[in-house]
């Protein structure tokens, strides 16, 4: 099983540019979220999903979209992209109700300059 | 809200006995777990405690403590690869349930 894949491992973009990056499960876990990792600052919860067609904010969702069509993808869009979002994005997922076992994926490491 | 409160470094030889801690506040909870990470690596699941007491899997043990607020995360026999990152995280009773919030964790040094 291939587990919780994401694209592309490495983004560089500029200030104004939008861009999504990609998480796709085949667990057939319910839950999906997203974090980004800054150094000293351990994982934030940016948004999750705990169905398809079911989504919520987290810690930090400003300038962050995402939606679940599918049970499998949890897409997260950067609308207009700041240097402050310069960071490394983890998607990761579980299945509901058991929600203390999170499969991360390999992680986006996303520069913006 | 949550927080969670854990040494940011901690270094030990080779074959000892490392204890990391773990404080929060949450104002829902439903358990604590533990998660390690390789530099440049994906955070990977080592322990979960939903009830008071110890929880032994292999080298690593991890502990709750609910009415303290308290856990720790207890690596015996250390090795040269267990070098790395350890979060705890809160899994609280918002998002039915399945929300982690982690700690800023501690980095583990272990030398020879």
């Known amino acids: 099983n291939a587990g919780v894949t994401q694209t592309p491992k490495f983004q560089v973009l500029k200030t104004g540019q939008s861009m999504t990056l990609q998480c796709a499960q085949d667990m057939n876990h319910e839950y999906m979220s997203w974090y980004r990792q800054d150094p000293g600052m351990g994982l934030r919860l940016i948004h999750y999903?705990?169905?398809?067609?079911?989504?919520d904010q987290g810690e930090v969702p400003n300038g962050y979209n995402v939606s679940r069509s599918t049970t499998e993808d949890f897409p997260l869009r950067l609308l207009s992209a700041a240097p402050s979002q310069t960071s490394v994005y983890f998607c990761?997922?579980?299945?509901?109700?058991?929600?203390?076992?999170?499969?991360f994926g390999n992680g986006t490491r996303l520069t913006v300059t | 809200g949550q927080s969670l409160e854990q040494p940011s470094e901690v270094t030990a030889v080779e074959g000892a006995i490392v204890q990391i801690n773990c404080t929060y506040q949450?104002?829902?909870?439903?358990?604590l777990s533990w998660y390690q990470q390789h530099d440049g690596g994906a955070p990977t699941f080592l322990s979960y405690n939903a009830l008071d007491g110890l929880e032994e899997t292999g080298r690593f043990s991890s502990f709750l403590s609910r009415s303290d607020s308290y856990g720790y995360l207890l690596l015996q026999e250390l090795q040269m690869k267990d070098s790395a990152s350890y979060f705890c995280?809160?899994?609280?009773?918002?998002?039915?349930?399945?929300?982690?919030?982690f700690g800023t964790g501690t980095q583990l040094k272990v030398e020879l």
């Open positions: 999903s705990v169905g398809a067609g079911i989504t």
């Open positions: 949450t104002s829902g909870f439903y358990g």
């Open positions: 995280a809160v899994r609280d009773t918002r998002g039915g349930g399945n929300k982690l919030t």
């Open positions: 990761a997922s579980s299945y509901s109700g058991q929600g203390v076992t999170l499969h």
